[in-house]
């Protein structure tokens, strides 16, 4: 009986550490808060898929992480927490935290590839987004930015859910479940609509869709104006000549007419 209870204390243990974090390629993730093992030694691996680890840090003599391998120049840690920088792509996967090789702490990190799109302000702009939907049990399409709904449309009765800043400026191709075409339809874009959009599918469990974001800037536009035109009397004066001309001009026909 015993080890049962003991069986429901570890399972309740790991649902409680287990935490699923995103970061985009090149950019900084924060794994975690600093950890620290009570007079025990402390270390973070990377598990892979085919059950084998990587060292990531290690407890030092004082016993705070320390990064290790190929880790070192890319793994920061201090007071505020454990950051991995420059994540690239084979980043994703699961990072465990242990005290003396027992489990505290298990994190999922998702390393996202982020399309840059751009759009002059009050202009129509596409972010791509694409998940098979045939033969699927799609439920619905969610976009996000900033921690926000933009819009969410539900399969069965096609209904449409809009963020506060995007009603009647976003959308959907209206055939999005025959094509599986999820793409982001943004009008009159506006400076504050810049930043990262996420695209996720729900079918049973919240799915991304591929790519699975896209960040956005928009460009302001500049109104030319008109030159104001040079001095109307000097372009005048230009037109006519010098003023010298015309005093030579008149000098010869007054003598001329003397001379008659």
């Known amino acids: 009986m015993s080890w049962i209870v003991l069986s429901i204390l570890v399972i309740f243990l790991f649902s409680f550490v287990r935490g699923d974090l995103t970061a ?4 900084t993730a924060k794994l975690s808060s600093q950890v620290k093992c009570h007079q025990e030694a402390a270390t973070l691996v990377r598990l892979l898929r085919d059950s084998s680890t990587v060292p990531v840090a290690a ?40 005290c003396s090789g027992t489990p505290v702490r298990i994190i999922r990190l998702e390393v996202l590839v982020i399309s840059d799109i751009s759009a002059s ?12 939907t045939l033969g699927e ?10 921690g926000k709904p933009v819009i969410r449309v539900k399969r069965s009765n096609q209904m449409v859910e809009y963020g506060e800043r995007f009603k009647d400026r976003v959308s959907l191709s209206p055939d999005w479940d025959v094509l599986g075409d999820l793409s982001l339809i ?14 996720y599918v729900l079918k049973g469990s919240q799915e991304r869709g591929d790519p699975a974001a896209g960040r956005l800037k928009v460009h302001q536009m500049h109104i030319e104006t008109s030159t104001t035109p040079s001095n109307t009397k000097d372009s005048c004066s ?16 007054g003598v001329t007419c003397f001379g008659i």
């Open 186 to 199: 943004l009008e009159r874009a506006q400076l504050e609509d810049q930043g990262d959009y996420f695209c």
């Open 24 to 27: 985009a390629l090149t950019e």
């Open 137 to 146: 049990p799609v439920e619905s399409v969610q976009w996000e930015t900033k």
């Open 121 to 132: 302000e009050g202009n129509t702009v596409k972010l791509p987004c694409f998940s098979v």
């Open 59 to 98: 407890a030092s003599v004082n016993g705070v992480l320390k990064p290790v391998g190929e880790y070192s120049s890319r793994l920061d840690i201090n007071s505020s927490g454990v950051f991995l920088k420059d994540v690239n792509y084979n980043d994703n996967g699961h990072y465990e935290f242990l």
């Open 238 to 253: 230009e037109r006519r000549g010098p003023w010298w001309l015309f005093a030579i001009v008149a000098t010869l026909v």
